[in-house]
């Protein structure tokens, strides 16, 4: 039973537009989401977070947006790079320092 | 600050044989993590120690899976005997343990690089 899904496998974007990257869970007991991005042999190196007391939070060209109600988070990224290249997963869980749940992950492409 | 350290980096075997991980995670870090990551795939959490102590090892295959931390350092991940499904990156992870601001009170775990098993 997969509790955090990406259900896109990859997403192909023009250099200088925005990338939006969706994340989809079960478990109404997840309060922390997170966002890795993996570069092919090297582990997956954190991005950003939410918690959910927010429905938004920003590092400046990445924003992740929180919808409770739909239990399901984005991430956007503007503009694009293509050095963003990588695949990205989210990943969520319950309560503050509990184990991380991590969606299957969804490769970005950026072309120059 | 030096990050996580995996050995080896690429491992092949022949299924029924065994085969071990090393990791060292950031200094000062209670928290270690070894996930399992099949290609295509999200990492799986195999066991989660604090210090030398096992949080959690419910997804962990016990029949042929064994971890230990010992002096709540380094760790090894040992498969006994190897099956074909085992091939997949191996990810040790370790984490602060201390949430809060700025990263919204949520746990991050800073990841090795890998250890890459692939079964024949």
């Known amino acids: 039973d997969q509790q955090v899904k990406q259900n896109s496998p990859s997403l192909s974007v023009q250099e200088g537009r925005i990338s939006i990257l969706n994340c989809d869970y079960t478990?109404?007991?997840?309060?922390?989401f997170l966002w890795y991005k993996k570069y092919p042999a090297e582990g997956p190196t954190f991005l950003i977070s939410?918690?959910?007391?927010?429905d938004k939070n920003e590092d400046g060209r990445f924003t992740v947006f929180l919808n409770k109600s739909a239990k399901h988070l984005s991430l956007h990224i503007v503009p694009s790079q293509p050095g963003d290249s990588a695949v990205y997963f989210c990943?969520?869980?319950?309560?503050?320092?509990?184990?991380?749940?991590f969606g299957g992950g969804t490769r970005l492409m950026v072309k120059p | 600050e030096a990050g996580v350290a995996q050995s080896p980096r690429y491992k092949i075997i022949e299924k029924r044989q065994s085969v071990a991980f090393w990791c060292n995670p950031i200094?000062?870090?209670?928290?270690l993590y070894w996930y399992q990551q099949i290609l295509g795939q999200g990492p799986k959490l195999l066991i989660q120690?604090?210090?030398?102590?096992?949080?959690?090892d419910s997804q962990l295959p016990k029949d042929r899976f064994s971890a230990e931390r010992l002096k709540g350092v380094d760790s090894t991940l040992k498969i006994q005997p190897a099956k074909l499904e085992d091939s997949a990156v191996y990810l040790c992870?370790?984490?602060?343990?201390?949430?809060?601001?700025?990263?919204?009170?949520?746990?991050?775990?800073?990841f090795g690089a890998g250890s890459r098993l692939t079964v024949l």
């Open positions: 992870a370790s984490s602060s343990d201390r949430t809060g601001f700025p990263n919204s009170g949520a746990n991050v775990l800073t």
């Open positions: 478990n109404s007991m997840f309060d922390y």
């Open positions: 939410i918690s959910s007391i927010k």
């Open positions: 990943a969520a869980s319950a309560g503050a320092g509990n184990m991380l749940t």
């Open positions: 200094s000062g870090h209670a928290t």
């Open positions: 120690f604090q210090n030398n102590g096992v949080v959690d």
